[in-house]
């Protein structure tokens, strides 16, 4: 499968400036921290859902727990995806029960990855609630499920693909839009 | 060679790649024992056939349910066959089990080489949970996992097995396994349970008969059980082995400070090893347990389910 990139969406300094907002605005629309956490899917969920938290506490002095989940094992796709993905661990060392947990992932596409990592979050307890923050949202949505708190929605044909680059794992930051060429 | 082959039949044929792959693999199902919730939907809707032609239960619950945590479902056999109808009524079995469909086979037998009789016939991957004086591959899995948490590596350790060594299709699968990891290996018991030939299995593999002599400066001591048949072949009854080869905490001070103590189980407290040795913290056997859990879960997560290898690929990912 070959890629040709097509334009960029976000550079560093509006990721940076996006996901800024977006911690505030977690914040301000849960009426303060109070039992709030915030789960980063994997993979680039994590390292967003990190630097959300260091902001979080930067400008409210509260350390806000944040969990990694790996939903590789409530994929629905499994029988499909040929050798078995390799499993990553899931490292959510806070009980969820009763707690106001915000799932944040990079893109929000077609919605199976939130269905499963529901699922995940599911078997770990019974949170009091659970909204999803997303750097970006590029429609196609395949299941009822919506993002409380999006950094940009961005229109996409079905052959595009949205490559969020971060440091922590790409060693470059910035998102791009990508074409699928055959 | 695939990073993941067909089948599980024996740790020999092994490489320290896949081997680690498989332990690395066993950590987020290690974490999965903890989920108040442990029941997956990963392999939803497969079958996983537990043939057990010899008697176990430890053994069997722990596929059983690693099975069963993964979502699939378990078709239990329990065979005890007799060793004098060995070839026949395998391949009886193996066309009954070829019958019901099942996506994946955990077999034991008596028979050494039974897990790769029966992969030669069927379609389906076969993990082999112990085929005669032959094999045990998920033992060494979850020995060497406990190892590497316990002592935080797996590499270049001193290990000690301490009895039966001849009879052991653990033995014989910790000492292929641990050896790829550099292991010096120090096979200890009576004479007529550690023949010469075992030091060919492998590299730095050497035999002592004294106790002492095995546990001098060993990191990790391997305790096999004594298979009560045995004790009553001529030369060795249960006082004798007692004297000479059981697990004291005198005896294990002759080792490491921190010498790690495995026991397959079931162990026999009082025979081969001291309820003080077992009881103690240098023992790791409920953690043997738990990690077996978690070994087979991924095993069978890796080797059941997911589409033959010729499947497309989807675009996304």
């Not at chain 2, 040795?277 to 990690?291: F, M, S, W």
Request: hydrophobic share 40%; proline share 5%; glycine share 8%.
């Amino acid at each position: 499968m070959r890629v040709v990139e097509k334009r960029q969406l976000l550079s560093a300094k509006e990721i940076d400036r996006t996901l800024q907002r977006l911690a505030h605005e977690i914040v301000e629309k849960s009426g303060g921290t109070k039992d709030l956490a915030l789960i980063g899917v994997r993979r680039r969920g994590v390292p967003l859902s990190e630097r959300l938290a260091k902001t979080i506490l930067a400008f409210s002095q509260v350390q806000v727990p944040v969990g990694i989940l790996d939903i590789t094992l409530y994929r629905d796709d499994l029988s499909t995806v040929g050798p078995q993905p390799v499993v990553h661990s899931t490292n959510i060392d806070f009980s969820v029960d009763g707690q106001d947990l915000v799932l944040v992932d990079d893109v929000l596409y077609t919605g199976r990855t939130m269905r499963a990592a529901m699922n995940g979050l599911f078997d770990l307890g019974r949170p009091r609630r659970i909204r999803l923050c997303v750097l970006i949202d590029r429609g196609h949505r395949e299941l009822p499920i919506e993002a409380t708190f999006v950094g940009r929605t961005v229109e996409t044909s079905d052959t595009e693909i949205v490559e969020v680059r971060l440091q922590e794992i790409d060693e470059e930051e910035r998102v791009m839009l990508v074409d699928r060429v055959s | 060679m695939l990073l993941r082959p067909k089948h599980l039949l024996g740790i020999e044929s092994l490489t320290a790649d896949q081997i680690l792959f498989y332990l690395d693999q066993s950590k987020p199902f290690q974490e999965f024992q903890r989920h108040p919730l442990k029941k997956l939907a990963t392999l939803r809707g497969k079958t996983v056939a537990v043939a057990f032609f010899e008697s176990s239960t430890r053994t069997r619950i722990s596929f059983t349910t690693a099975a069963s945590r993964l979502g699939a479902d378990t078709m239990a056999l329990q065979a005890e066959s007799s060793s004098l109808k060995k070839g026949e009524s395998l391949i009886d079995t193996v066309r009954t089990l070829e019958a019901m469909r099942p996506d994946g086979i955990v077999i034991r037998h008596s028979s050494s080489g039974a897990p790769e009789f029966v992969a030669e016939r069927l379609e389906i991957p076969v993990m082999n949970a112990g085929d005669g004086t032959h094999e045990h591959p998920t033992q060494a899995l979850l020995d060497a996992l406990t190892i590497r948490d316990r002592k935080g590596k797996l590499e270049g350790w001193n290990v000690t097995i301490l009895g039966d060594i001849l009879h052991s299709r653990v033995a014989r699968s910790n000492i292929y396994l641990l050896s790829k990891f550099g292991a010096r290996i120090t096979l200890c018991g009576p004479g007529m349970w550690v023949p010469a030939e075992l030091e060919t299995l492998a590299p730095n593999v050497r035999r002592v008969s004294r106790i002492e002599e095995g546990l001098d400066g060993a990191d990790v001591i391997i305790v096999l059980r004594v298979q009560s048949e045995r004790l009553h072949e001529p030369g060795l009854p249960a006082a004798e082995y007692i004297l000479r080869y059981q697990l004291t905490n005198e005896r294990l001070r002759l080792a490491r400070p921190d010498a790690l103590v495995l026991h397959p189980g079931p162990m026999i407290r009082g025979l081969e090893i001291d309820p003080a040795v077992a009881d103690g913290p240098q023992c790791a056997v409920l953690e043997q347990v738990t990690n077996g859990l978690a070994v087979r879960m991924a095993l069978l997560y890796h080797l059941i389910g997911g589409a033959p290898a010729d499947a497309p690929h989807p675009a996304k990912e």
